[in-house]
């Protein structure tokens, strides 16, 4: 069993929800992130999601789009993130790591040799954004053959063929995007979203984590009563976007640990 795996496994066991904060790697700065990263852990993050820094982040509001710049601007690549997750390794064997990203990156390095090093630096999972499953059967393989879990997204508009091919591919987790349109927007229908997890369930048999729009406790709570993840990212990066490089780990670990509290 994976860290993934044995993560929803432990919460399910003791009647809790996932929390899945997501930071950009190089916000606001490369040599923060290890230690953003451990205050995420500390705040009560059960899996992190590690944003790949990306030149044309098509899925992501501004909020994430700035935290990208943020970290181009210090030339921060995919290579560089593996490193910095190494890093995190070596004092945090438990906590799984998904990266999340863009295909281009990863499709230069090569499937196979991305998927021996993520593995070597201790990622648990990849989430490429702009990877349709009907294009992931080779990375998927790539990754399944070093036991890192594929996860994929859901849109609201995903129709079911390409749900039941999500289902068939998909390890770790799925992540069902809660609203039409890009991160960090709002409008989040929790009825909708809960009937929709419930139709989901049908077909799907890995954990179900659902984000964007996700901004407080009170969304915390409600969106924990349907799925088995709560997945922060905007929300996150605007608390590292206000605070100084001396504050940012304590205030999100402030944070985090008032979202934990709503998955219990």
């Known amino acids: 069993m994976n860290r993934i795996a044995a993560t929803f496994a432990r919460l399910k066991a003791a009647g809790e929800k996932a ?72 004092s945090n064997q438990t906590t799984p790591v998904v990266l999340m990203g863009y295909l281009n990156p990863v499709h230069v390095i090569g ?45 609201p508009t995903t129709p079911e063929a390409r ?10 987790y799925v992540y069902y995007v809660s609203l039409k349109g890009v991160t960090g927007a709002g409008n989040l229908d929790i009825g909708d979203v809960a009937r929709k997890i419930a139709a989901l369930r049908q077909f799907i048999e890995v954990p179900i984590g659902v984000g964007f729009g996700i901004r407080d406790a009170e969304t915390t709570r409600a969106i924990a009563g349907t799925a088995d993840a709560v997945v922060v990212g905007s929300r996150l990066v605007q608390e590292i976007e206000s605070a100084t490089p001396e504050t940012a780990r304590e205030q999100l670990t402030r944070l985090v640990a008032t979202l934990k509290a709503a998955t219990r």
């Open 163 to 172: 749900v039941r091919e999500i289902a068939r591919l998909a390890r770790g």
């Open 19 to 90: 929390m899945i904060p997501f930071i950009t790697a190089g916000d606001p700065h490369p040599n923060l992130t290890v230690d953003l990263m451990h205050g995420l852990v500390d705040g009560g993050a059960d899996i992190i999601e590690l944003g790949i820094p990306f030149s044309d982040p098509m899925a992501d509001g501004p909020v994430i789009q700035r935290a990208s710049e943020r970290a181009l601007v210090h030339k921060v690549g995919l290579r560089d993130v593996l490193a910095m997750v190494k890093t995190f390794r070596q």
């Open 111 to 155: 499937y196979p040799q991305f998927a021996r090093l993520a593995a070597d630096a201790g990622v648990d999972g990849v989430l490429t954004v702009d990877c349709p499953p009907e294009e992931a059967v080779e990375l998927s393989a790539a990754l399944e053959a070093v036991n890192l879990d594929p996860v994929f997204l859901i849109a």
